[in-house]
T-cell receptor
Framework: GDSVTQMEGPVTLSEEAFLTINCTYTATGYPSLFWYVQYPGEGLQLLLK?????DKGSNKGFEATYRKETTSFHLEKGSVQVSDSAVYFC?????????????FGKGTLLTVNP | EAQVTQNPRYLITVTGKKLTVTCSQN?????MSWYRQDPGLGLRQIYYSMNVEVTDKGDVPEGYKVSRKEKRNFPLILESPSPNQTSLYFC??????????FGQGTRLTVV
């Protein structure tokens, strides 16, 4: 079945450091790809998404590019802030069919220190 | 404001005592779903609903029930909770671009 593998962390960075969280997927078709963020004590929020190969999703300084050839959707940010401390989830959803299920990776805890 | 509202946020209960977690959305989405989040396992889908009166099992449906009598509400029912259902539960409502909006979560402890 479909699956998502992401680096589990935890990841600890200093403020203004460069961030990469790797994410690869396995899917039988052409999924839509997402990054969700979960701040402490809150639900998940969509951070960015990409719906087809070579699309780049971006939001709040974060970026990820849908790479079909490497089945990857790595999350990057050039300069992290303390407020970026959260758990980040990579996810996919298959278009078509009756279930808009999100298949999630296990999450990566990011801590940014001042 | 677009939102998904779950209640309660925290619940401690005893084994076998029926409980319901409510979920309501104000975005007129047809699709809603429930997930549980466990350490080291990420989020897994319990049940989903494509529309009123249309529900189906997700990946981990055992021990749960749902109903969808109105478009905005999608309650999760545990008829006889057991300790292995101790978890963090999220309701989600999804639009036609597959963007999911999540509630704030319900932390359930079954003793």
């Amino acid at each position: 079945g479909d699956s998502v593998t992401q680096m589990e962390g935890p990841v600890t960075l200093s403020e203004e450091a460069f961030l990469t969280i790797n994410c690869t997927y396995t899917a039988t078709g052409y999924p839509s790809l997402f990054w969700y963020v979960q701040y402490p004590g809150e639900g998940l929020q969509l951070l960015l998404k990409a719906t087809k190969a070579d699309d780049k999703g971006s939001n709040k300084g974060f970026e990820a590019t849908y790479r079909k050839e490497t089945t990857s959707f790595h999350l990057e940010k050039g300069s992290v802030q303390v407020s970026d401390s959260a758990v980040y989830f990579c996810a996919l959803s298959m278009s078509g069919g009756s279930n808009y299920k999100l298949t999630f990776g296990k999450g990566t805890l990011l801590t940014v220190n001042p | 404001e677009a939102q998904v509202t779950q209640n309660p946020r925290y619940l401690i209960t005893v084994t076998g005592k029926k409980l319901t977690v409510t979920c309501s959305q104000n975005m007129n989405h047809e699709y809603m779903s429930w997930y549980r989040q466990d350490p080291g396992l990420g989020l897994r889908q319990i049940y989903y609903s494509m529309n009123v009166e249309v529900t189906d099992k997700g990946d981990v449906p055992e021990g749960y029930k749902v109903s969808r009598k109105e478009k905005r509400n999608f309650p999760l029912i545990l008829e006889s909770p057991s300790p292995n259902q101790t978890s963090l539960y999220f309701c989600a409502s999804t639009d036609r671009t597959f963007e999911a909006f999540f509630g704030q979560g319900t932390r359930l402890t079954v003793v």
